[in-house]
């Protein structure tokens, strides 16, 4: 992991469907380089595939991270994807789950994944409702055949959709700009020697320009409001730079806790996403039969 690498993640949180070659204009580096480095950041088990996160607030609900310390199986994690309203789990390497939960009664839905996982969780977090423009049934339709493959050719994402290029091409770059959908890499502790990337989540109302005085080339992930909770992607030298940094923001005004959250894996509940979009598409099909009824 060098300088190289960790510019190639931070545009894949970017953009995971640019082009190499519009990867390669970012970190200065040819195509077939960017190729060979993304391969070896696999291989090192840093980058470990990609995941469709997709605003809830498209389906009229609202996303919360729920927290459980308990540590857990993986085989317990995937049944854990079941639980109602479930989205995606980071599985940490400590053992314990970030539940990503979209949903349309908040103190429901936390109720009933405490009682699936038999452990009341340790927090939780609301995140900050996005302002997507109105989707159509087209988007609808790019964002299903997204879902189990985020980074599937283009070619392969015209048929599966069943549009045509020029149609999939409009409402899939419209999708990305609008942040409607984003594209994430899955990253992992990684098996390798070297500088390290890491996630750190931040407790506290600091601003971003006083978090990078000490994290120069931080990348703000994801946050929520209430409480307010910063995820940052960085890398450091060694552990030791690691633990320094940490204890610095530790101390920072504005910051109640940083910590160092690593994932051992990030899964998606695809059954559940696909559910609720063929529940959108049903009913805007509905809606627009009876218009034509009606007209």
């Given amino acids: 992991?060098?300088?190289?690498?960790?510019?190639?993640?931070?545009?894949l949180h970017q953009n995971a469907r640019q082009s190499l070659l519009s990867l390669g204009r970012r970190v200065s580096l040819s195509a077939p380089a960017v190729r060979e480095r993304l391969r070896r950041l696999q291989d090192?088990?840093?980058?470990?595939?990609?995941?469709?996160?997709?605003d809830p607030i498209i389906f009229d609900r609202q996303e919360v991270l729920v927290f459980f310390k308990r540590e857990r199986t993986r085989e317990q994690v995937i049944k854990a994807l079941k639980a109602p309203d479930v989205s995606y789990i980071g599985w940490k390497l400590d053992g314990g789950l970030t539940v990503g939960v979209w949903s349309d009664n908040l103190s429901r839905s936390i109720r009933e994944l405490s009682v699936a996982l038999g452990e009341k969780p340790s927090g939780h977090a609301v995140t900050g409702a996005g302002d997507p423009p109105p989707l159509s049934i087209l988007d609808f339709m790019v964002v299903d055949a997204l879902v189990d493959d985020p980074k599937i050719p283009f070619k392969d994402l015209v048929e599966v959709s069943g549009l045509s290029p020029k149609t999939v091409r409009k409402h899939l770059d419209s999708?990305?700009?609008?942040?409607?959908?984003?594209?994430?890499?899955r990253l992992g502790a990684g098996s390798s020697s070297g500088e390290l990337v890491y996630n750190l989540a931040i407790a506290g109302k600091a601003p971003m320009s006083e978090v990078r005085k000490i994290l120069d080339d931080a990348l703000l992930v994801h946050d929520t409001k209430n409480p307010p909770m910063k995820y940052l992607l960085c890398r450091?030298?060694?552990?030791?730079d690691v633990n320094s940094k940490?204890?610095?923001?530790?101390?920072?005004h504005g910051i109640n806790s940083a910590a160092?959250?690593?994932?051992k894996e990030l899964?998606?509940?695809n059954e559940f996403i696909h559910s609720l979009i063929g529940e959108r598409i049903r009913d805007m099909e509905k809606t627009r039969t009876s218009q034509v009824v009606f007209a």
């Avoid at 090192?44 to 997709?54: D, T």
């Avoid at 999708?175 to 890499?185: A, D, F, G």
């Avoid at 450091?236 to 030791?240: K, P, T, V």
């Avoid at 160092?260 to 994932?263: D, K, R």
């Fill in 260 to 263: 160092v959250t690593l994932n």
């Fill in 246 to 252: 940490t204890r610095a923001l530790n101390r920072l």
């Fill in 175 to 185: 999708l990305i700009r609008s942040e409607t959908i984003v594209i994430m890499p």
């Fill in 1 to 11: 992991m060098d300088s190289k690498d960790f510019q190639l993640l931070v545009a």
């Fill in 44 to 54: 090192a088990q840093v980058l470990l595939g990609y995941g469709l996160w997709v």
């Fill in 236 to 240: 450091s030298a060694d552990l030791g």
């Fill in 267 to 269: 899964v998606f509940a």
